[in-house]
Each structure stands twice: as structure tokens, then as C-alpha cells.
């Protein structure tokens, strides 16, 4: 039982290209997300899904796309890398959407950096 | 959309005191969660509560709804409690909102 997997760790990009961070969770959740952290900021939710072929967005999504075509991967696509995409990015699952019985599990997190 | 202040920022204490850091929000809340960030970067699930107080080996979280507030205690702290406490809060498909975290160094 892995819980959530992210990869890569760390990954260094050109302004303008274009990168899938993926997230993979072995859990059965029904609810996964993606977040970004910066320096002095709180963790900021870019998008979610409740379910397979369910995804929405949170409060940071320009810039980013996700799909969810099966329950456990909820990848992340960066469609074209800005220096403002510089971040920590965090994927976290919860067998339901953080009802109060569903405590959130966070990937390690990947750690992008765009020139 | 909900304001998350957490207090202090900074905490530098000596090994085995009483830690307590403080979580304010602005919006009524279905649920709260306190997470610890260690300095790998790894985030984890420390507690969820919507009412009352847990508790979990040395620590201790607790809520008051109707104050909008809820602490966390660490008794008897050591250095490996030393990370940065993050408080989240919300409930439903369309995330939390949290708090910039609270660092805390634990000095031998």
C-alpha cells in the first residue's frame, strides 16, 4: 500500500514548455486534489475531482489542466510553463470529499522550477 | 472565502515545554485540520475535528465553534516535533483553505 505517489520530485523547466506532473493514490479515494505552496503563502487548491471523469476547478487553476480517467491517477498538466509556476506542487486524496470522517493523504510533493 | 490565521508565525521553545499554537478562521466550518509539514517537505494528517477535542499520544487538539477558534498543544515537546503546523479549514468537494503555518523549532 503506497498511499499517494508523485513524480518527479524535482523538475526544472524552460518558459514555455509544457509538463504532466503525475499523482497516482492505491486507496479506492473517491476525492483527489492538487495544491501549489509558496513561500508566505497557505497551500492553494488548483483542481480537484470527485471521481472518475469529475474534475473542477479551486482557486489557482489558470495554467494548469487535469483529467481523471481512472480513480487512482489525477495528473497535472502544466500546458505552457510560466516563471509564476515556480512552486511546491502537493497531490492529496481522501476517500471522500473531506467529509468529517476522510482525513487528507499528501503526496511528497514536487518541486518545479521554471526558468 | 474563509480567512485562516494562525499564531505565532515563529516558535523556538526548549525541549519538554508545553507548545501551543493558535488557529483563527472567519466562516462557520464543517470540519478542521491540523497537518504537520516536516523540513523534508512531506505533509501528514495530524487531526480532523468539528467539535470538542482529540487527542493522540502527545497531542491534543481542540475546537470552539462558536469562537471560530481551535489550538493545538504539544505537552512534553521534543526536537523531533520540530516542523512547520499547518491549520485547513472547510469541508465539501471544494478544498480547504489554510493557514500559512506555524514554524516550530524544539531546542535540546
Known amino acids: 500500500n503506497a498511499g499517494v505517489t508523485q513524480t518527479p520530485k524535482f523538475q526544472v523547466l524552460k518558459t514555455g514548455q509544457s509538463m504532466t506532473l503525475q499523482c497516482a493514490q492505491d486507496?479506492?479515494?473517491?476525492?483527489m486534489s492538487w495544491y501549489r505552496q509558496d513561500p508566505g503563502m497557505g497551500l492553494r487548491l488548483i483542481h480537484y475531482?470527485?471521481?472518475?471523469?469529475?474534475?473542477d476547478q479551486g482557486e489557482v487553476p489558470n495554467g494548469y489542466n487535469v483529467s481523471r480517467s481512472t480513480t487512482e491517477d489525477f495528473p497535472l498538466r502544466l500546458l505552457s510553463a510560466a516563471p509564476s509556476q515556480t512552486s511546491v506542487y502537493f497531490c492529496?486524496?481522501?476517500?471522500?470529499?473531506?467529509?468529517?470522517?476522510?482525513?487528507?493523504?499528501f503526496g511528497n510533493g514536487t518541486r518545479l522550477t521554471v526558468t | 472565502k474563509n480567512e485562516v490565521e494562525q499564531s505565532p508565525q515563529n516558535l523556538t521553545a526548549q525541549e519538554g515545554e508545553f507548545i501551543t499554537i493558535n488557529c483563527s478562521y472567519s466562516?462557520?466550518?464543517?470540519?478542521l485540520h491540523w497537518l504537520q509539514q516536516h523540513p523534508g517537505g512531506g505533509i501528514v494528517s495530524l487531526f480532523m475535528?468539528?467539535?470538542g477535542k482529540k487527542k493522540h499520544g502527545r497531542l491534543i487538539a481542540t475546537i470552539n465553534i462558536q469562537e471560530k477558534h481551535s489550538s493545538l498543544h504539544i505537552t512534553a515537546s521534543h526536537p523531533r516535533d520540530s516542523a512547520v503546523y499547518i491549520c485547513?479549514?472547510?469541508?465539501?468537494?471544494?478544498?480547504?483553505?489554510f493557514g500559512k503555518g506555524t514554524h516550530l523549532i524544539i531546542q535540546p
Open positions: 466562516v462557520g466550518i464543517s470540519a
Open positions: 485547513a479549514v472547510g469541508g465539501g468537494a471544494d478544498g480547504l483553505t
Open positions: 486507496m479506492n479515494h473517491e476525492y
Open positions: 492529496a486524496s481522501s476517500y471522500k470529499p473531506l467529509s468529517y470522517n476522510s482525513p487528507l493523504h
Open positions: 475531482s470527485v471521481g472518475a471523469g469529475i474534475t
Open positions: 475535528l468539528s467539535s
